[in-house]
């Protein structure tokens, strides 16, 4: 399930990238699809047989501390979409932070899941 999760949070971060690189126009550029793809087989690679803590089966507070700082700080990349909009203007910045929003809260439970460091060495 931890690697699913994992795996569920790079995609719906890729799916935000490209969204953000296709500038909303839903073709999306051969360097921002190439990165998409490339960002999530990389995951599941390093997610399945890495050395990462998410390969390992052990707990990644790192990873949960990331995603709930990411979390907070989408609200004031919110509010500063919503107080100078022409900076964002043809950008789909709405689902990109979405799709980060996803991601956030997905690799909160990733990193909270997993056995303690010692127990998984033994």
């Keep these: 399930m931890r690697h699913v999760l994992f795996v569920l949070a790079a995609t719906s971060f890729g799916i935000g990238l490209l ?5 909303g126009t839903g073709a999306g550029t ?3 699809v190439g990165f998409a793809v490339l ?6 690679v390093g997610g399945r047989w890495g050395r990462g803590p998410v390969a390992r089966g052990v707990r990644a507070p790192q ?6 700082a990411g979390l907070v700080l989408l609200p004031a990349a919110a509010l500063l979409c919503l107080w100078r909009p022409g900076a964002v203007a043809g950008l789909p ?9 996803i ?7 990733v990193g909270l899941m997993g056995a ?4 998984a060495s033994e």
Excluded: D, N
């Design 19 to 23: 969204i953000l690189l296709s500038a």
């Design 30 to 32: 051969p360097f921002g």
């Design 39 to 44: 960002l999530v087989l990389g995951t599941v």
């Design 63 to 68: 990873l949960a501390r990331a995603g709930a």
């Design 93 to 101: 910045i709405w689902p990109f932070l979405l799709c980060l929003a």
């Design 103 to 109: 991601s956030g809260l997905l690799m909160v439970p």
């Design 116 to 119: 303690e460091e010692s127990s």
